[in-house]
């Protein structure tokens, strides 16, 4: 009797009796600190992954048996900046953003290296040859002091767009691979503060005492491809009508003053990353609360779900089975940055919605 009453009051705090909050599923223990997931249409799985705060992180595949392989191939991950003879242009130099996109390709986004000519790329993977057949390089579009962070389609498959920590947005043509960088100055795409992290700042890389503040840097779309969703690592979600950012890549006016027709949208924390669902409802994980928060379509925004073992969520994913999954990186960028311990945690949490038509395939 007594235990029942135990089980019930903690159902109505929220906690569940495994030790994690209510609905949040613990699926994967991984060894090595994991920034991102994607799941194709078929199920194949890809991870993107660690091995220290200093070396680049990698692309496996997650095979049948829990084991991971180098994706595409062990080649494309053997970049050593080291050795003379590797090639930043057929090589990962720093791979971020990672999400199998639209079209069914896999899409890797390489910062590359400051002054490392075609190390900054945007690569297209055919899950069915298994090979980089879409090669974008960035040098020309981005700024010395660029980090390309991420990348989100819109609806018509022809733009991409690539998020620039140093501030900015990158808007590509996939046909043509002609490019302008927008919104570089902006306060929108600027780090308006530095970020938290579990109650504090997060420390910088320069002298003791100095604090990490990070600019644009989460994108999405929305289903329909009407808006572009965008925000600094801090928070403070925009969106602007993906028109006008279109046509900044043919009117040198509007790419000059695309900033005026941005919105503020909701007011969000520090943020690991973002996903969206198929209604268009945007997933935000809170690097401060340790929380996943959701915004909705008409700009309401709420914490989901909370957990301490969400422990810097970084690129979520959504499934068509309406899960949410969250790759809980424990890996906080910045100075003395932390190292995940590991075991590393991927956790499912159910949603209403399935994946966006033009977010994922
Ligand atoms: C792989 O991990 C998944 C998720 O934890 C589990 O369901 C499955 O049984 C595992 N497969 C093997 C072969 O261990
Ligand atoms: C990187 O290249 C250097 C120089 O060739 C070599 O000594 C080192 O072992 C390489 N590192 C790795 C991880 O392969
Ligand atoms: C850098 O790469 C671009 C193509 O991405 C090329 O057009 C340019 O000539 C290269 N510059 C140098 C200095 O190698
Ligand atoms: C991937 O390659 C296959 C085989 O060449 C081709 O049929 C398919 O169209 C390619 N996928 C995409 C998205 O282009
Ligand atoms: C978060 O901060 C609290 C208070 O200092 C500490 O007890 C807890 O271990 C921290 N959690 C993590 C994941 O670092
Ligand atoms: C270019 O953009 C500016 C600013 O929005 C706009 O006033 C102008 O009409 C546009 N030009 C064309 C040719 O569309």
Not at 102 to 115: A, E, F, I, L, T
Not at 239 to 249: G, H, M, P, S
Not at 300 to 305: E, M, P, S
Request: hydrophobic share 35%.
């Amino acid at each position: 009797m007594r235990s029942y009453l135990f089980i019930g009051l903690l159902g109505l705090l929220g906690c569940h009796v495994n030790g994690y909050a209510t609905g949040l599923e613990r699926v994967y223990s991984l060894d090595r600190a994991t920034q991102g997931i994607s799941i194709s249409a078929n199920g194949r799985t890809f991870l993107s992954q660690r091995y220290s705060t200093t070396a680049a992180p990698q692309i496996v595949e997650l095979l049948s048996d829990n084991t991971t392989k180098l994706y595409p191939n062990s080649a494309w991950n053997s970049y050593n900046s080291s050795d003379s003879t590797s090639n930043p242009r057929r090589t990962f130099v720093s791979v971020d953003g990672a999400r199998i996109g639209p079209d069914g390709r896999y899409w890797v986004v390489d910062g590359g290296s400051s002054g490392l000519n075609g190390s900054t790329k945007l690569a297209g993977v055919n899950l069915t040859t298994n090979t980089v057949d879409k090669l974008y390089y960035l040098d020309e579009i981005k700024a010395s002091d660029s980090g390309i962070d991420d990348v989100r389609f819109s609806a018509s498959g022809k733009v991409a767009y690539l998020s620039d920590t140093a501030g900015a947005l990158l808007v590509l043509n996939l046909k043509t691979g002609h490019g302008v960088r927008v919104l570089a100055g902006s306060e929108s795409a600027t780090a308006w503060y530095p970020m938290m992290y579990n109650g504090s700042l997060v420390p910088g890389y320069g002298a003791p005492g100095s604090t990490l503040a990070v600019g644009l840097d989460q994108i999405e779309v929305s289903p329909e491809g009407k808006y572009l969703y965008y925000q600094p690592c801090n928070g403070g979600l925009y969106r602007i009508e993906t028109t006008y950012v279109d046509a900044a890549l043919t009117n040198s006016t509007m790419a000059a003053t695309l900033e005026d027709y941005a919105e503020p949208f909701a007011l969000t924390p520090s943020t690991g990353g973002t996903t969206i669902d198929g209604d268009g409802n945007i997933y935000v994980s809170d690097t401060n609360l340790l929380a996943i928060w959701k915004v909705t379509p008409e700009g309401r925004a709420t914490i989901l779900v909370q957990d301490d073992a969400l422990l810097w969520t970084d690129l979520m994913w959504v499934s068509s089975d309406k899960k949410l999954w969250l790759p809980a990186s424990q890996m906080r960028p910045g100075g003395s940055g932390l190292m995940a311990e590991g075991p590393n945690y991927i956790f499912t949490y159910p949603i209403d919605a399935g994946p966006s038509p033009i977010d994922h395939a």
